[in-house]
């Protein structure tokens, strides 16, 4: 594969705030069908299409499942009426020239309900992470205390994700030098994840405490960061080349920076600390959490199970709100456990 794409050439901010992300690390942008997924916002103030070179917009082939899945996952008023808002989203994107075809909003429909259990569990399963990186940032200890519990965590029988656990590194090492900006951002890195973090009752229906609200919108969240690599291991592809748009900025000024995907000539994905977005402090701090996570082989589902309910036994452990332990407990048994060992099915 490619060597290491800078990020300046992986990113195109538009003037409306949304970003596109070609989000592999060593894969080029290129002409060509670019098929293009939507975050929430993305989808909602479409205003940003208007923003994009001509070339780009009639080479896009738009792709919104992750934006209504994200939808049918915590929105209520959505699961209501979903046909009606999903056509008006689409009436909206059509009037930019995008096509899509006849039933598109009732087909997304039938999958979401057909698949609801195990999409659940796949939607949630990121979240013991986002309660371990909330609980490890908020707590008034070291950096080389925080990293140390962190890689000890990475070393215990639970699910590997390098990912995850990458980005709480990530995190931590930032915390310590809040005032850390990239040349070309306005902002500290720090303050896109401290921000990302924060609880937002005002707009997005959150309490002061990890409910299950809060857990489940980080979720969706990071689903956009994590998702493309997971689809593209499973051989998913339409068009010649894949990006994001997002409105989100600690995910496009941070964590796709610093912690992209990356894409091996197997079609095997990983993620990665970039080169040259750090100090090789920093990176070593990072690296020196997620190298010694071994891949191993495929789990029986007794053993995901057992896997997964020790990551969110740890998470439980690392709050000392029993609302928050609630929550987790709420996602694990309500959200995750059902879907344990479903597969999803298409259309």
Request: aromatic letters at 10%.
């Amino acid at each position: 594969m490619n060597e290491a794409i800078p990020y300046l050439q992986r990113c195109q901010r538009t003037e409306s705030g949304t970003a596109v992300i070609w989000p592999f690390l060593n894969v080029e942008r290129s002409r060509g069908e670019l098929e293009l997924f939507l975050d929430n916002n993305a989808l909602v103030r479409s205003k940003w299409l208007s923003e994009l070179p001509e070339i780009t917009l009639k080479n896009c082939l738009i792709n919104p499942w992750m934006a209504i899945q994200e939808q049918w996952m915590s929105n209520s008023c959505f699961r209501n009426d979903p046909d009606t808002r999903i056509d008006g989203w689409i009436n909206n994107l059509e009037q930019y020239g995008l096509k899509f075809r006849k039933g598109y909003a009732s087909d997304q429909v039938h999958l979401l309900m057909k698949n609801e259990k195990a999409l659940r569990r796949q939607f949630t399963s990121v979240i013991p992470f986002v309660a371990i990186m909330k609980c490890l940032l908020s707590e008034k200890i070291s950096v080389d205390e925080s990293l140390a519990r962190l890689k000890e965590m990475g070393q215990s029988d639970i699910p590997r994700f390098t990912g995850a656990i990458a980005l709480i590194a990530l995190g931590v090492t930032l915390k310590k030098q809040q005032s850390f900006r990239w040349e070309n951002d306005p902002k500290p890195a720090y303050s896109y994840l401290s921000s990302f973090l924060d609880f937002q009752p005002a707009g997005k229906d959150e309490s002061d405490y990890m409910s299950v609200s809060y857990l489940r919108n980080r979720a969706g969240d990071l689903n956009m960061w994590l998702m493309l690599p997971f689809l593209r291991q499973l051989g998913y592809s339409i068009g010649s080349q894949s990006a994001l748009a997002t409105g989100d900025k600690a995910l496009h000024r941070v964590i796709f920076r610093a912690i992209p995907p990356v894409m091996t000539r197997t079609g095997v994905t990983s993620f990665s600390v970039a080169p040259n977005e750090l100090c090789q402090e920093d990176v070593d701090r990072i690296t020196g959490v997620v190298q010694g996570l071994q891949t191993r082989e495929m789990p029986s589902l007794d053993e995901q199970l057992a896997r997964m309910k020790k990551v969110f036994n740890i998470a439980k452990a690392w709050t000392n709100d029993q609302r928050e332990r609630d929550a987790l407990d709420e996602v694990f048994f309500e959200w995750w456990r059902p879907g344990h060992g479903v597969a999803i099915m298409p259309l």
